[in-house]
């Protein structure tokens, strides 16, 4: 995914990058803990002992808490409205990456144009 830029004034690029970094920010864990457990309660899931359960999820909560938070709750609930099991983490990035690719090639075309 690629952006083209005509240019702007040098205060509205940095605008653009501030915003761009902020909606970018990693999701806080209680938001990505709500996230993955409400998508856990409605999706059904395999018989696994607790211990795999809890490194699962525990898992899955660190992983998805590098992302943006928006972006984490919108993967959580496609899955929970969407899947019949528990994804699996190449199912929920399926989801999550065009969002987040769309926002770094944003930020890479603001940089550019900001040097």
């Known amino acids: 995914m690629a952006y083209?830029?005509?240019?702007a004034p040098a205060d509205?690029?940095?605008?653009a990058l501030l915003i761009v970094d902020f909606v970018n920010q990693p999701?806080?864990?209680?938001?990505?803990v709500m996230?993955?457990?409400t998508m856990k309660l409605r999706c059904g899931s395999k018989n696994q002992t607790r211990e795999d359960l809890e490194?699962?999820?525990t898992i899955m909560v660190s992983d998805l808490g590098q992302?943006?938070?928006d972006a984490v709750v919108c993967a959580c609930r496609t899955c929970a409205e969407?899947?019949?099991?528990?994804?699996?983490?190449?199912?929920v990035l399926d989801i999550l990456l065009p969002m987040v690719?769309?926002?770094r090639a944003m930020k890479k075309v603001l940089e550019q144009a900001a040097a």
């Open 4 to 7: 083209e830029f005509a240019g």
């Open 12 to 15: 509205d690029i940095a605008a």
């Open 27 to 32: 999701t806080p864990r209680e938001i990505t």
């Open 35 to 37: 996230a993955v457990t």
């Open 55 to 57: 490194a699962s999820l």
């Open 67 to 69: 992302y943006p938070p």
């Open 82 to 91: 969407e899947c019949r099991w528990f994804p699996a983490w190449a199912d």
């Open 101 to 103: 690719r769309r926002r």
